[in-house]
């Protein structure tokens, strides 16, 4: 084999996955059709448990640089009581603005510090599966090449070419909006920067108060949606804004970048066929709201990566790889879900929606409500295992059991540290905070598959806790009687294999 891994694009999620891949020491190929990065900044927001994850692999003080941070977003564009993130627990109670150009170039940097090959130009045209591997066909700027992998996984977009050479099913619901997006000049000044809801639809306007280069976005309910790939030209942008505005503005050149999209929802049948995977858009589509395609993506890379490098070095214990499927296939339905929701609060119906928006925007002034709503949309109330068994597989569990563990602060060896900081090499970890050691002692066999550590931490704490290297817990040991390893042998087991796995 060539590689362990060829990556299909190189936008945010392929980018984190690959990451993820060589910080497990996998052999890894990113292939990218395009030449450059494309600079276009369709999501701007990196939500709560994307900050999490960033802080867990010591990525976070990079994207923090230089940006603003909101501690609550609008829920459909009801702006009078967003959400709230000071109402959910979390050591970052924020989203981070961050222009998706500036999250590609970091990552970027981020994989390129791992060692990543990465080919631009290079296209991939053709997949061949077989037992041991697969043959991935590219055309390069040198002609047509073939590469040999043991998986690959297509990170390619919503027009995934993976997914259709796969034959993987990707249903869901027709678009039943036209939207335009487009970062052009703006004449006028002090243009007021707004999100108007209309009798035709909704109108985004941010441009500078002197004028110049800016962005709109308007959204039509009920309009023909022409094909994604259909240019947008200037008048049509000029025109949509007019429809829904009531006003027109005097848009003109230079335009930096245009593009249509819609609300088609689509989730793929399966995550998996194979030695080939799927994963951010490639494997979902939605409308754009609140960011979160791209938060999404990297959710499904993080969630991946580790278990994908388990199976290539041949410690995976049976049926891991496909727990990837089970997690963010369900985790997924759920995005769609919410983002459907979102798009039906910004209907321009001023008879039913208009009404349905007055009687959310009491409700998100409930704390449980917005709570709730705030911890769906950052992803912060998954828990991992829900999706198994009749009873959710919960019963009997730790309450923290698969869900991403709190960042606690801890002492080893006589030095501050945090759970996050402890996940930075991408392994495994134990944390026994016990008095005489039986959880270290218990998980020993595993040391070359986790990182052990004996720290002191804040008595509330569990006494002991088991971490996959998503951080994610897969096993905790409630307070009590010290040394308690109940569960702690099976739990190892079944996330990292056998203990005599050499």
């Not at 094909?227 to 335009?255: C, K, M």
Request: hydrophobic letters at 40%; one cysteine or more.
């Amino acid at each position: 084999m060539e590689y362990d891994v060829v990556v299909a694009g190189s936008g945010p999620v392929g980018l984190m996955l690959a990451a993820e891949l060589r910080l497990a020491g996998v052999r890894v190929l990113v292939v990218e059709r395009l030449t450059e990065p494309a600079g276009h900044d369709r999501a701007g927001v990196l939500h709560t448990r994307t900050v999490e994850y960033l802080d867990m692999r010591g990525l976070l003080e990079r994207f923090k640089d230089g940006m603003a941070t909101v501690s609550g977003l609008p829920f459909g564009g009801i702006f009078s009581r967003g959400l709230d993130h000071t109402l959910v627990e979390t050591g970052h109670p924020y989203s981070l603005l961050v222009p998706q150009s500036r999250t590609e170039e970091l990552l970027a940097e981020h994989a390129a510090a791992l060692d990543t090959e990465i080919r631009r130009g290079h296209e991939l045209t053709g997949l061949a599966q077989d037992a041991d591997g697969v043959t991935v066909t590219l055309a390069t700027p040198d002609g047509e090449r073939r590469v040999r992998a043991r998986y690959l996984v297509g990170c390619d977009g919503g027009r995934s070419t993976v997914r259709r050479l796969a034959g993987i099913g990707f249903p869901g619901f027709a678009p039943s909006v036209s939207a335009l997006i487009g970062y052009v000049t703006l004449t006028e000044r002090d243009v007021p920067k707004r999100w108007l809801r209309t009798g035709n639809g909704v109108v985004v306007l941010a441009f500078p108060p002197e004028g110049g280069t800016g962005r709109v976005v308007v959204i039509e309910y009920g309009r023909p949606h022409p094909s994604p790939q259909q240019p947008v030209t200037l008048e049509e942008l000029r025109a949509a804004v007019h429809r829904v505005h009531g006003r027109e503005l005097d848009l003109v050149e230079p335009v930096l970048w245009m593009s249509r999209f819609s609300d088609a929802t689509r989730l793929a049948e399966t995550y998996r066929s194979g030695r080939v995977l799927l994963a951010g858009d490639a494997a979902h589509v939605h409308f754009p709201i609140g960011g979160q395609g791209l938060n999404t993506g990297v959710h499904d890379a993080v969630n991946l990566g580790w278990k994908l490098a388990a199976e290539i070095h041949g410690w995976a214990p049976p049926g891991l790889l496909d727990t990837y499927h089970r997690e963010r296939h369900r985790a997924v339905e759920r995005v769609l879900l919410y983002t459907r929701a979102q798009l039906a609060l910004m209907n321009p119906d001023e008879h039913h929606v208009t009404a349905l928006r007055q009687v959310f925007e009491e409700l998100l002034f409930l704390e449980d409500t917005n709570r709730h709503l705030t911890a769906a949309l950052n992803g912060l109330d998954l828990r991992y295992g829900e999706e198994e068994g009749p009873d959710g597989g919960t019963a009997g569990r730790h309450p923290l059991e698969g869900r991403f563990v709190p960042d606690l602060d801890l002492e080893a060896d006589g030095l501050p540290t945090r759970t996050a900081e402890l996940l930075r090499r991408g392994r495994g970890v134990l944390i026994d905070l016990t008095a005489d050691g039986a959880p270290a002692r218990t998980a020993a066999p595993w040391r070359n598959r986790i990182d052990i550590t004996t720290a002191r931490a804040p008595q509330d704490a569990p006494t002991a806790l088991l971490l996959r290297p998503d951080g994610h817990v897969a096993w905790a040991a409630a307070p009590g009687p010290a040394g308690t390893t109940d569960g702690l042998a099976a739990a190892l087991t079944r996330w990292f294999g056998p203990q005599d796995w050499r």
